[in-house]
């Protein structure tokens, strides 16, 4: 079946260091990718996606760029804030029924 | 962007009552709303798949007379966690489609405590 492995927290970096949260999903035929953030005691909000090879998601500075040949979807930031502390989820949703499949969640820790 | 409201955001109750949460979608509508479950530190873990006028398609695992769910209208869903006991403390998260279907769109969720 369809899922998602995204790399352990917590991850704490410095402020205006760079950041790299790896993501590699395994599916069958060509899903959707996403990353979603949660701040502490909320819900999720979207933070970028991608649909189809090669495409690049990104927003507010991070990026991530749908890897076929590697199943992977890395988000990166150039220069991380303190406001970017919080816990990303990187997900898929697949050909049937709509459902996210997501990752474990990666806390990050920016200090400044 | 499409607004899905969760509510209430936190509730606590008594072991072996009932607690209803529900889920609304504000400005679209949603046929097909999905409930999540999250412990502290860990991912989200689907429960169920609620679908207007029908019966919701649960997960494997996941007590369906435990947890019912009822999706009347297009509007909301709702999810009942029955005799509630403290292995149920949870946070619930609900989630819908909106953005003509290319989008996710997530309730801020509602912290259960069961005493």
């Known amino acids: 079946g369809n899922s998602v492995t995204q790399m352990e927290g917590p991850v704490t970096l410095s402020e205006e260091a760079f950041l790299t949260i790896n993501c590699t999903y395994t599916?069958?035929?060509?899903?959707?990718l996403f990353w979603y953030v949660q701040y502490p005691g909320e819900g999720l909000q979207l933070l970028l996606k991608?649909?189809?090879?090669?495409d690049k998601g990104s927003n507010k500075g991070f990026e991530a760029t749908y890897r076929k040949e590697t199943t992977s979807f890395h988000l990166e930031k150039g220069s991380v804030q303190v406001s970017d502390s919080a816990v990303y989820f990187c997900a898929l949703r697949g050909n049937q029924g709509g459902k996210l499949i997501f990752g474990q969640g990666t806390e990050l820790s920016v200090k400044p | 962007g499409a607004v899905v409201s969760q509510h209430p955001s936190w509730v606590i109750c008594k072991s072996g009552t009932s607690v209803k949460i529900e889920c609304r979608s504000l400005?679209?509508?949603?046929?097909?709303m999905f409930w999540y479950r999250q412990f502290p530190k860990q991912s989200l873990m689907l429960m169920a798949t609620?679908?207007?006028?029908?019966?919701?398609?649960?997960e494997q695992g996941v007590e369906k007379d435990k947890f019912l769910i009822n999706h009347a209208s297009l509007t909301l869903s709702t999810l009942t966690v029955t005799s509630a006991h403290p292995e149920d403390s949870s946070f619930y998260i609900c989630?819908?489609?909106?953005?003509?279907?290319?989008?996710?769109?997530f309730g801020q969720g509602t912290r259960l405590t069961v005493v």
């Open positions: 599916a069958t035929g060509y899903p959707s």
């Open positions: 400005d679209f509508q949603a046929t097909t």
């Open positions: 609620s679908n207007e006028g029908s019966k919701a398609t649960y």
């Open positions: 991608a649909t189809k090879a090669d």
């Open positions: 989630s819908a489609w909106g953005g003509r279907g290319t989008e996710a769109f």
